[in-house]
């Protein structure tokens, strides 16, 4: 049956089957809306800034506020310490991966409620999964919203190729929320001047990289990264997300700078077309 | 306890280290079990285009033959599929520019409308469909006080769906999202109830004597690049790395009769398994 009111594309949808190569390449065709174009999503790291107390997260919170008016910012949190007890302690009880990636979100949670409660004279929310349709209202109102970076996969969260760990955490809710808004950036605060050939943590040879893309940083194949992989992976196949900087966001203004787009810390890129 | 670095660690056996490193993520596999939740619960996902979409003649004789099932000692985790209304909203999101992530939580609500369907018809029975809100954390509740639920099939990625490596259709859309809670909750079968007799060699809607292939494991089945499968391609990733689930079957519900058959553990369509 021939519809006239389907596009030839959503005659294909409904006949064809979706594990059709040709028609999912098809579904890539037509315009990509940004939906928040104006928008950088900064994810604040867990153990390397809010686990560290005031020392980190007060001139942290601060820099926020002065970038409010300039830039908007949709503020996504780290889990940090209490996950990886969380999650020692569940897998030593033999729980699956979809329970310690609940258990990962309770926490991820309770930061994004205390950086909200440093923010909150200022008029800056914290949203749940369920009030991201309000977030566009916030960020024209307020230039900044504060939601946990875990994506909300909860007991449907997938294995890992290796061990119990959920492979999808804080780095990569947040990194799929500024995909999904056609974000301006994504920016990630820790405690590294960004990428390194080694853990600069243990070791002092460490050498630190400037700019990469995903793919030359996966051939690499250390044993350590920044950032989660499937960031990496995801990368590669995002449509506005392409690039990711991470920055150390216990120097002063360094957040000030990514978001203006200078050059600081390290810069992920996709590399080649999408 | 406050240490040397200026960070404040719980002693753990995770403690201090990062979780991106490959050492780490090795030692949490060694040596420990999974405990399944739902040891004795059958999974059965029940196709929105192949059975529902079909309206009454395909939908009433599999309540029936779930309504037998019900009637016994087992407990059923069912869900459904989005099926014609999902395409639909995806051809029309598409047109309008939206991302995956959009089209993602967009087709949770024709799943969940087909759950609702399912579960008017098996009403008789006690088995509504579930909030999805509340199905996850509740689940070993109501497997306990009902003699089965329903679900929507999608996983709660919606905004967080992955883009996908090809196009921009959610790669993770109701036969993963029901794989997910099978082996999450560890349940005894894990059943797909579709149109077709189980994976066929050429899609049999245009090739109706192409062989049917009866077991098959999901790496052979990811090298042999079949042009379609009768579900989701990600299934076969998902089921590689699946520790409590090893297998499941696709059979054909306009044979209604095998989907007892196979929730004993029976081979009546094309069993899957972990290779």
Request: aromatic share 6%; charged share 20%; proline share 7%.
């Amino acid at each position: 049956m021939k519809s006239e009111i389907l596009t030839d594309l959503g005659q294909r949808l409904i006949s064809e089957s979706l594990t059709d190569e040709a028609l999912m390449a098809a579904t890539a065709e037509g315009p990509h809306v940004r939906i928040l174009p104006d928008a950088n999503v900064v994810k604040i790291g867990g153990q390397s800034m809010i686990d560290r107390g005031r020392s980190a997260v007060f001139p942290i919170i601060d820099e926020i506020v002065q970038n409010l008016g300039r830039h908007k910012m949709i503020i996504g949190t780290g889990a940090g310490t209490r996950a990886r007890h969380a999650y020692s302690v569940g897998i030593d009880l033999e729980l699956p991966t979809g329970v310690l990636s609940v258990l990962g979100t309770f926490v991820s949670m309770q930061n994004a409620r205390m950086l909200h409660f440093l923010l909150a004279k200022h008029g800056i929310p914290f949203i749940e999964p369920i009030q991201f349709p309000q977030l566009p209202h916030y960020l024209a109102e307020r230039d900044a919203v504060v939601f946990f970076g875990m994506p909300p996969y909860t007991f449907w969260q997938q294995n890992p190729k290796v061990g119990r760990i959920p492979p999808h955490r804080t780095d990569t809710g947040s990194y799929l929320i500024s995909e999904v808004f056609g974000a301006r950036s994504m920016i990630y605060v820790k405690d590294e001047d960004g990428l390194y050939t080694a853990d600069p943590k243990k070791d002092k040879h460490a050498t630190h990289i400037p700019e990469i893309t995903a793919e030359e940083l996966i051939a690499m194949d250390l044993d350590d990264v920044v950032v989660e992989r499937p960031v990496l992976e995801l990368m590669r196949s995002a449509v506005h997300s392409r690039s990711i900087r991470i920055i150390n966001g216990l120097v002063p203004g360094n957040l000030t700078r990514a978001l203006e787009g200078e050059r600081v810390g390290t810069l992920i890129t996709a590399g080649g077309a999408s | 306890m406050s240490t040397s670095d200026q960070r404040h660690h719980l002693n753990s056996m995770l403690m201090r280290e990062s979780l991106l490193d490959k050492e780490l993520m090795s030692s949490t596999e060694r040596g420990l079990r999974v405990r399944r939740m739902l040891p004795e619960a059958h999974v059965i996902k029940i196709g929105g285009s192949s059975i529902i979409d079909r309206g009454r003649e395909a939908t009433f004789p599999v309540v029936d033959a779930l309504g037998v099932l019900l009637d016994g000692d087992d407990t059923l985790l069912l869900s459904t599929g989005g099926g014609a209304r999902t395409r639909h909203v995806f051809s029309i999101g598409i047109d309008l520019g939206l991302p995956t992530g959009v089209l993602a939580q967009l087709s949770i609500a024709d799943a969940l409308g087909n759950a609702h369907i399912l579960g008017s018809l098996l009403a008789p029975w006690g088995v509504v469909a579930i909030p999805p809100e509340m199905f996850g954390h509740l689940l070993p509740l109501f497997a306990r006080a009902v003699p089965g639920v329903i679900f929507n099939g999608d996983p709660p990625y919606s905004l967080w769906e992955h883009p996908p490596s090809v196009g921009r259709i959610p790669p993770h859309r109701t036969d993963a999202g029901t794989f997910l809670v099978a082996e999450c909750f560890g349940c005894k079968t894990l059943t797909f109830v579709k149109d077709v007799d189980g994976i066929h060699e050429q899609d049999p809607r245009h090739h109706p004597d192409a062989p049917l292939i009866s077991e098959i494991g999901a790496r052979e089945l990811q090298a042999r690049a079949l042009p379609q499968l009768p579900f989701d391609r990600v299934l076969l990733e998902l089921l590689t790395h699946a520790r409590l689930i090893d297998r499941f079957q696709v059979i054909n519900g306009l044979h209604p009769e095998r989907i007892a058959a196979a929730v004993r553990g029976e081979h009546v369509g094309t069993m899957v398994y972990k290779d």
